[in-house]
């Protein structure tokens, strides 16, 4: 296979894979058959078989990729942040901003988080444990580089909130509206540092850059 | 019919709809079948449709009643209260206590939003939009009420983080553990409201009276 080929193959697996995720987010993955994929992307099932074995491996590279590109995502842009309060901002904005551009799959992956079995399961689950434990051990340093000792928020609860906060947006969110995904972050970003970390929030580090760049999902598939 | 009976066909309804929720729950409303419900209740398909005239109104029945409950006991406990502090403490505590008493039926409403078709949607979506401006105008009021004007946070976007980060708990929350639902929503409060707006939260204000009653979404379903 040329370079080339392969170049085709991964758009057209990518073309596949986007698609899905957006049937799955409107009629959910357990009512869509191989054959709906195929009507809407115009590829015959056995041309869609030559790119996954099953309904259950698309489901898959979705999650699998999601959370494998945030997380990497995230580490390329904290790599020599040393402030935990700065930490939390990059991984807010950089959570949001993601999954504004990906609000299908965002909503897959909060649907479908059991629709996957065995080893499968295991893998992304792996993933979305390693992604949530990295949030709470932010979180934990913020805590400790505070004086205040008053008054702190539960750990867990923090997380979850946190994260609640953050993926609710694909239930209300339009990326094309007129609240841009910064000003999202932003505000989500404020809201949620001075209540969990009062008085940690300057407007010097709130502002966060805003430089292009491709947030697909699926740069970098591994097969 | 005599009151005896309609006790009794009140009881077996609530039976169905709790047992259609945990179904709907566990396996999404479009994968379950009258069939799958009749076996779970060990009601016979006829005797299902005495009850209802179809899926669909089932699942009508459990979202109507779970907004119609929850805005119920929020009016009633926000009677005579004038403070919009303990009006935002009050929201966070009542629909916390209500849906981790109704978890199932937590995650339907989340997933299931966009099931139903037509009045039924339109119905259940007015209740829905009732229950969120009425969050929204709390949150204005508190606004108002704060002397400091600086860097708010977009009344959009907090009543969504609000909903966020309290809906969330479907996906981690477990009522049985060691996190009492009066330590959760004192968490979540503190979080929430001292983001929001800073200073706000007084240790005297944020506990809340705890005290038994019926949290059945349920109760006063009207036919």
């Not at 399961?121 to 992604?131: E, I, L, P």
Request: charged share 25%; glycine share 4%.
């Amino acid at each position: 296979m040329s370079a080339n080929d392969l170049s085709r193959y991964d758009q057209k697996l990518e073309f596949i894979l986007r698609s899905a995720a957006q049937i799955f987010a409107d009629k959910s993955y357990h009512s869509t058959t191989m054959r709906d994929i195929s009507r809407a992307t115009n590829v015959s099932l056995a041309g869609l078989y030559h790119y996954c074995k099953s309904k259950e491996e698309l489901l898959f590279l979705i999650q699998d990729n999601c959370f494998g590109r945030v997380l990497e995502r995230l580490e390329e842009r904290s790599v020599d942040v040393n402030d935990p309060v700065v930490k939390v901002q990059i991984f807010i904005e950089n959570h949001l901003s993601f999954f504004a551009a990906n609000m299908a799959e965002m909503k897959v992956l909060s649907h479908e988080a059991e629709s996957l079995q065995g080893d499968l399961h295991a893998h992304v689950s792996g993933k979305k444990d390693k992604y949530t434990k990295l949030a709470t051990s932010i979180l934990r340093e913020v805590h400790s580089s505070q004086n205040d000792k008053g008054g702190r928020v539960n750990l867990t609860v923090a997380t979850y909130a946190l994260f609640g906060m953050m993926n609710w947006i694909y239930n209300w969110y339009d990326p094309k509206g007129k609240l841009k995904v910064s000003d999202l972050a932003q505000n989500l970003t404020q809201l949620f540092l001075e209540g969990f970390a009062p008085g940690s929030v300057s407007e010097a580090t709130v502002k966060m850059r805003n430089r292009p760049e491709n947030l697909s999902i699926w740069r970098g598939i591994e097969r």
